[in-house]
């Protein structure tokens, strides 16, 4: 989480200093992302809410339908943007930051290698990536995640 603490301050200065605000919708990085913008004092000025969508229940329960699924698979930067979009709608935010990945120690169910994660940002600036760790510790990936989902975000606050 330490390492986490620095971009997420930069991230949370730069949303507060523009009285702008936030929703992360989070897979494999478990809640990361939101615990280290949620450790900048004064979060509650841009921070709107968070979920952890881990599986097809939390999915539909997060309000994406099978139709809106519709040739789409999870672990994608199509996907990534979705939830991206769906949490900037559903909370009303200027921004949304999303992840859906495979942390490890093995892939996922859609041939992913773990280290596979996918990144996307919802707002006046719209970006996504695809990074691969190559390798299988999920706690590392985990972090990975989280630290190149808060450099995403620093990234397309800063381009607008």
Known sequence: MQT????SAICGELLKSRGETIA???SSAGGLISAALL??????????????IYTQQA??????????????????EVYAR????????????VWALAETGATGPTGNRYGDA????????????TLSVTIETGHGD??????????AALGLLEEALCAA
């Open 138 to 147: 999920r706690i590392v990936n985990m972090r990975a995640f989280a630290a």
């Open 82 to 93: 979705l939830l991206a979009e769906t949490a900037r709608q559903r909370l009303g935010t």
């Open 59 to 76: 999915r539909t329960a997060f309000g994406i339908t099978a139709e809106a699924m519709a040739g789409m698979r999870a672990s994608t």
């Open 24 to 26: 992360i919708a989070e």
């Open 114 to 125: 773990p280290g596979h994660v996918c990144l996307a940002v919802a707002g006046p600036v």
């Open 39 to 52: 450790a900048v004092p004064g979060a509650s000025a841009y921070f709107r809410g968070g979920d952890v």
């Open 4 to 7: 986490l603490l620095a971009p």
